[in-house]
Protein backbone atom coordinates (compact mmCIF):
# COMPACT_ATOMS: atom_id res chain seq x y z
CA UNK A 1 0.00 0.00 0.00
CA UNK A 2 1.27 3.21 -1.01
CA UNK A 3 0.47 5.24 2.24
CA UNK A 4 1.65 8.80 0.53
CA UNK A 5 -1.27 8.69 -1.96
CA UNK A 6 -3.95 7.91 1.24
CA UNK A 7 -5.53 11.47 2.60
CA UNK A 8 -5.81 11.29 6.36
CA UNK A 9 -8.01 12.65 7.90
CA UNK A 10 -11.33 12.29 10.02
CA UNK A 11 -12.71 9.64 7.69
CA UNK A 12 -10.03 8.01 7.51
CA UNK A 13 -10.01 7.92 11.33
CA UNK A 14 -14.12 6.83 11.84
CA UNK A 15 -13.09 3.93 9.07
CA UNK A 16 -10.11 2.68 10.68
CA UNK A 17 -12.22 2.84 13.69
CA UNK A 18 -15.00 0.57 12.12
CA UNK A 19 -12.56 -1.59 11.06
CA UNK A 20 -11.05 -2.76 14.28
CA UNK A 21 -14.69 -2.81 15.97
CA UNK A 22 -16.19 -5.22 12.69
CA UNK A 23 -13.16 -7.27 13.75
CA UNK A 24 -14.77 -7.52 17.51
CA UNK A 25 -11.79 -5.06 18.90
CA UNK A 26 -11.27 -1.12 19.43
CA UNK A 27 -8.29 0.58 18.04
CA UNK A 28 -7.58 1.63 21.67
CA UNK A 29 -7.31 -2.13 22.75
CA UNK A 30 -5.12 -2.47 19.66
CA UNK A 31 -2.99 0.49 20.49
CA UNK A 32 -2.58 -0.40 23.98
CA UNK A 33 -1.41 -4.48 22.33
CA UNK A 34 1.23 -2.65 20.82
CA UNK A 35 2.48 -0.27 22.91
CA UNK A 36 0.87 2.60 21.00
CA UNK A 37 -0.54 5.47 22.61
CA UNK A 38 -3.97 5.92 20.81
CA UNK A 39 -3.36 9.87 20.77
CA UNK A 40 -0.61 9.14 18.66
CA UNK A 41 -2.82 6.67 16.59
CA UNK A 42 -5.44 9.14 15.94
CA UNK A 43 -3.37 12.04 15.22
CA UNK A 44 -1.61 10.05 12.46
CA UNK A 45 -4.78 9.02 11.11
CA UNK A 46 -6.09 12.65 10.73
CA UNK A 47 -2.91 13.76 9.80
CA UNK A 48 -1.46 15.77 12.58
CA UNK A 49 0.98 13.76 12.61
CA UNK A 50 2.54 13.36 8.77
CA UNK A 51 6.07 12.38 9.41
CA UNK A 52 7.84 9.57 8.30
CA UNK A 53 6.68 7.84 11.59
CA UNK A 54 3.15 9.35 11.61
CA UNK A 55 3.12 7.78 8.08
CA UNK A 56 4.21 4.40 9.06
CA UNK A 57 1.99 4.35 12.24
CA UNK A 58 -1.09 5.13 9.65
CA UNK A 59 0.04 2.43 6.92
CA UNK A 60 0.08 -0.12 10.04
CA UNK A 61 -3.37 0.82 11.58
CA UNK A 62 -5.01 -0.01 7.73
CA UNK A 63 -3.77 -2.74 7.02
CA UNK A 64 -4.21 -4.09 11.31
CA UNK A 65 -8.01 -2.75 10.43
CA UNK A 66 -8.33 -4.63 7.15
CA UNK A 67 -9.63 -1.84 5.25
CA UNK A 68 -9.97 -0.88 2.07
CA UNK A 69 -9.04 2.70 1.21
CA UNK A 70 -9.18 4.04 -1.91
CA UNK A 71 -6.37 6.79 -2.99
CA UNK A 72 -7.43 10.87 -3.19
Same mark, same amino acid.
Given at each position: ?????? *???? *????????????????????????????????????????????? !??????? !??????????
Amino acid at each position: MIVNQI *SPGQ *SLYRQVRGGFVIQGGTLTAWCRQFGINPSNARAALTGAWDGQKGR !ELREKLI !EAAKITVNPN
